[in-house]
């Protein structure tokens, strides 16, 4: 059984430009979500997606939107990037019979 | 205020002691109660999760909920070194997970 992989691991941006950051979810886990980690500070939620349908959001701009694919992978994806947006992006599958997270390692991505 | 409040640390205890960790909450939606441990530049990995008031024990770990006081804690007996890392807290709704911003634990051998 494979965990949540993510890719890339490390990423440098310059402010203004655009980012995918990918997803693979747990085998068995169809509900994969976003969180954003600031240095610091606990994880915070940026979105949901159940059978390719974004199905719950948190406080993030829209210019932060995402993808799920049939065979529950994801993508996140950042347009016109801002230094805040600095951080570790993690991705965590679930099914959601489970009610416990399964997290990736995460995409570490500076913004510059 | 934050959903979420976490007792801040850092925390240092030698090898062997008691870690207590805890954590109180304002949203009575929270359902499933969670503790987390992360490493450094790692992924937060689930150590334990709860729904219902009371302890839950999983060998050195115990989880305590008390949802009239909105109160949750984890104590680690027979703390080792490997348990340095930081702890987190987290409580799901419907859809998410609300974490705390973190306890970061060292065990001095």
């Known amino acids: 059984e494979t965990g949540v992989t993510q890719s890339p691991t490390h990423l440098i941006k310059t402010r203004g430009q655009q980012v995918t950051l990918r997803c693979s979810s747990q085998s068995g886990h169809n509900t994969v979500s976003w969180y954003q980690q600031a240095l610091g500070q606990g994880p915070q939620f940026i979105f949901q997606?159940?059978?390719?349908?974004?199905?719950g959001r948190g406080n993030f701009p829209p210019r932060f939107s995402g993808l799920q694919f049939p065979n529950y992978s994801s993508e996140l994806n950042v347009n016109a990037l801002e230094l805040d947006d600095s951080a570790l992006y993690l991705c965590?599958?679930?099914?959601?019979?489970?009610?416990?997270?399964?997290f990736g390692s995460g995409t570490r991505l500076t913004v510059v | 205020q934050k959903e979420v409040e976490q007792d801040p640390g850092p925390l240092s205890v030698p090898e062997g002691a008691i870690v207590s960790l805890n954590c109180t909450y304002s949203?009575?939606?929270?359902?499933?109660f969670m503790w987390y441990r992360q490493y450094s530049r790692k992924g937060p990995e689930l150590l334990m999760y709860?729904?219902?008031?009371g302890n839950k024990e999983d060998g050195r770990f115990t989880a305590q909920v008390d949802k009239s006081s909105k109160y949750i804690s984890l104590f680690i007996r027979d703390s080792q070194p490997s348990d340095s890392a930081t702890y987190l807290c987290a409580m799901r709704d419907d859809y998410k997970l609300s974490f705390g911003a973190g306890t970061t634990v060292t065990v001095r051998a």
């Open positions: 997606y159940y059978r390719e349908e974004e199905n």
């Open positions: 965590a599958s679930t099914n959601l019979a489970d009610h416990g997270y399964t």
């Open positions: 709860t729904y219902s008031s």
């Open positions: 949203n009575s939606a929270f359902q499933y």
